[in-house]
């Protein structure tokens, strides 16, 4: 059983993840988490996390390790197929984990998900004191290797991508674009009774397609005629 401590770390987690994908992270206080936790005390998220990009940075690192572990699952089971070059298989080891995260979180306890919404939210975060770490940053975090590891693969992709600057732009649209689209089908599904989604695996291939084709297709003369010099 977990300790006092503990539970309430991470029901102070999971309530500001919820408040900070519904309202934004900016417009959420700590005083307003530790009310919505049923907390007594105001300042439980400063005794437990201090500033707030501490509690941000546990919130990912509480999601990324499970998320990480089973996309470095991925990558391995791809690599011993062969596949380590693969576009479709850099796609669905980005987009896959964090799809069947989403499926989990709504079928537990609270019924709904919204880490993706927190990560959308994270990245929009214009605080000096609040923003989701680079790709620079990657190496330095032990819950996102498997996410280092794509994004160097991704980056050394050269078919359909003439430049190390192409390649590294490509994967940064695709993993905003996925980002966004896994949000908000993770906001239809709690807000929207009307909505019929497809099932998960058809969602996840229909990604994994369209990350494939980002990462891959051929650039026109007349787009790389207006690139800046390669750097």
Not at 6 to 32: C, D, H, K, Y
Not at 196 to 204: A, C, Q, S
């Amino acid at each position: 059983m977990e300790s006092p401590v503990t539970a309430t770390r991470l029901r102070l987690m999971v309530t500001a993840e919820r408040l900070f994908a519904v309202q934004g992270i900016n417009a959420v206080s700590a005083r307003e988490i530790a009310v919505a936790a049923g907390q007594r005390n105001t300042n439980a998220v400063k005794y437990h996390f201090g500033p707030q990009q501490a509690l941000v940075d546990a919130i990912f690192e509480y999601r990324m390790s499970r998320i990480d572990a089973r996309r470095t699952g991925l990558i391995d089971t791809y690599d011993r197929a062969g596949r380590a070059t693969d576009p479709y298989a850099l796609a669905e080891a980005f987009v896959l984990p964090l799809a069947e995260l989403m499926d989990e979180l709504r079928a537990g306890e609270d019924g709904a998900s919204h880490y993706l919404r927190f990560c959308v939210q994270a990245a929009y975060a214009v605080h000096p004191d609040v923003a989701t770490p680079g790709p620079e940053g990657l190496g330095t975090t032990p819950w996102a290797t498997g996410l280092k590891l794509l994004n160097d693969r991704a980056l050394a992709l050269s078919e359909g991508a003439p430049t190390p600057r192409v390649a590294r732009r490509r994967w940064e649209h695709f993993a905003g674009f996925a980002m966004h689209a896994l949000a908000e089908r993770e906001l239809r599904l709690e807000c929207d009774p009307t909505h019929k989604p497809d099932p998960t695996d058809l969602y996840v291939a229909e990604l994994v397609d369209a990350g494939a084709a980002m990462l891959t297709g051929p650039s026109r003369p007349s787009t790389l005629a207006l690139a800046p010099a390669d750097r």
